[in-house]
T-cell receptor, first 113, second 116 residues
Framework: DVKVTQSSRYLVKRTGEKVFLECVQDMDHENMFWYRQDPGLGLRLIYFSYDVKMKEKGDIPEGYSVSREKKERFSLILESASTNQTSMYLC????????????FGSGTQLSVL | GENVEQHPSTLSVQEGDSAVIKCTYS??????FPWYKQELGKRPQLIID?????GEKKDQRIAVTLNKTAKHFSLHITETQPEDSAVYFCAARRGGFTGGGNKLTFGTGTQLKVEL
């Protein structure tokens, strides 16, 4: 079974801090994604990557950056956290071979104070 | 870009009744439409999907219909059970599965509550 692991379930940071959210998948998936989930707004795509060192902006990339140095790991970086980045962050992966099904991690609830 | 609208935002049904959730999309080039279910405190999981060359797909108690002309698709759950209580998200994707092609746009979600 595919496993997508996010490093933290809950995270509390202060405004202005640099924040790293880590995601690791164990199924050799080419594609990896970062979404944020907010009540009433659904899942919104921040960034995605379809290969190592490749990245593309999603719908709401402002204030975020990403890094994909290895195929299994996709990191989301908040350069200077702000209170409006308080949210649930979901990582997902998918494979070209297994169709278009997204496998999600369990999420990181980030609170920026 | 693609815009997906989902209605209703909340839906309450009695156990055994049917539930219908509707979504509309804006990009006529969208060709893949999945539905994800997210139980409380858990990760979203794919429950059914449909492609633009098919009008309807069924899997036991759940079915999805697609009307390409009207650009809307719906999730139908029959004989609802308490374990169907969850948030349901529709999504749409444009284009092929090459490079960054697998970019889904999600709806805002429907909170389904099945009451005993």
């Amino acid at each position: 079974d595919v496993k997508v692991t996010q490093s933290s379930r809950y995270l509390v940071k202060r405004t202005g801090e640099k924040v790293f959210l880590e995601c690791v998948q164990d199924m050799d998936h080419e594609n990896m994604f970062w979404y944020r989930q907010d009540p009433g707004l659904g899942l919104r795509l921040i960034y995605f990557s379809y290969d190592v060192k490749m990245k593309e902006k999603g719908d709401i990339p402002e204030g975020y950056s990403v890094s994909r140095e290895k195929k299994e790991r996709f990191s989301l970086i908040l350069e200077s956290a702000s209170t409006n980045q308080t949210s649930m962050y979901l990582c997902a992966s998918s494979s070209r071979d297994s169709g278009e099904k997204l496998f999600f991690g369990s999420g990181t609830q980030l609170s920026v104070l | 870009g693609e815009n997906v609208e989902q209605h209703p935002s909340t839906l309450s049904v009695q156990e055994g009744d049917s539930a219908v959730i509707k979504c509309t999309y804006s990009d006529s080039a969208s060709n893949y439409f999945p539905w994800y279910k997210q139980e409380l405190g858990k990760r979203p999981q794919l429950i059914i999907d449909i492609r633009s060359n098919v009008g309807e797909k069924k899997d036991q108690r759940i079915a999805v219909t697609l009307n390409k002309t009207a650009k809307h698709f719906s999730l139908h759950i029959t004989e609802t059970q308490p374990e169907d209580s969850a948030v349901y998200f529709c999504a749409a994707r444009r284009g092929g599965f090459t490079g960054g092609g697998n970019k889904l746009t999600f709806g805002t979600g429907t909170q389904l509550k099945v009451e005993l």
